[in-house]
């Protein structure tokens, strides 16, 4: 149990990073989004283009990417969306096993269906052709936009992510289930062996 409180540790730090980035990844989309705007209505004043298709593209790689890395942390931090009208007033050992079976049943199957049906398509997308060869990477059809490779690529960080914190929690929530919740809480409180927080 040592040893899977650990990883929990881990990647539930690892979650808080993700998080704690997206946070700040809404900032960045905002200011490249008002600056296009801006940059847009200057140049209409002045009769120049003063902005591109990188700025629009980038604007909404930066929004995905706030969703990519915020599934991890919506899960840890249990803020998902949730029709709890009957959910909410369960004891915390009934919680835990309908989250426990819906996390089984439903969460990691699908983590783990969405990895599989992403992964030929993302290596498509760094240019693996039908016959194994290596091609060019796929690029936005617009012009100056950017390439669609490292977006793409996101999506199967994303899903990982959402099925190591998915597995984190599977192991809190047995835990709990065993009466052993104190020892989760008592891991958790400690310092995350993570490299890299940021808060």
């Not at 991890?72 to 009957?86: E, G, M, P, S, T």
């Not at 009466?179 to 890299?196: F, N, T």
Request: charged share 15%.
């Amino acid at each position: 149990m040592r040893l899977l409180l650990k990883y929990v540790r881990f990647v539930d730090a690892l979650s808080n990073i993700l998080g704690n980035i997206s946070m700040y990844l809404v900032i960045i989309t905002i200011a490249v989004g008002f600056g296009n705007v801006l940059l847009r209505y200057i140049g209409q004043i002045i009769q120049q283009r003063l902005t591109s298709n990188l700025f629009i593209e980038l604007q909404w790689y930066l929004y995905s990417l706030v969703f990519f890395f915020g599934f991890a942390y919506i899960l840890k931090h249990n803020i998902n969306v949730r029709v709890d009208f009957w959910y909410a007033n369960f004891p915390l050992k009934t919680k835990a096993w309908i989250d426990l079976i819906g996390h089984l049943l439903a969460l990691i199957p699908f983590c783990l269906l969405a990895i599989y049906f992403t992964y030929s398509p993302v290596l498509t997308s760094w240019g693996l052709r039908p016959n194994g060869t290596w091609g060019t990477w796929e690029l936005s059809p617009d012009p100056s936009g950017l390439p669609r490779a490292p977006i793409k690529s996101m999506i199967l960080v994303a899903f990982f992510t959402l099925l190591l914190q998915a597995s984190s929690e599977v192991i809190k929530h047995i835990a709990l289930i065993r009466g052993q919740q104190q020892l989760v809480d008592d891991a958790l409180a400690a310092k995350p062996e993570v490299p890299l927080r940021i808060e």
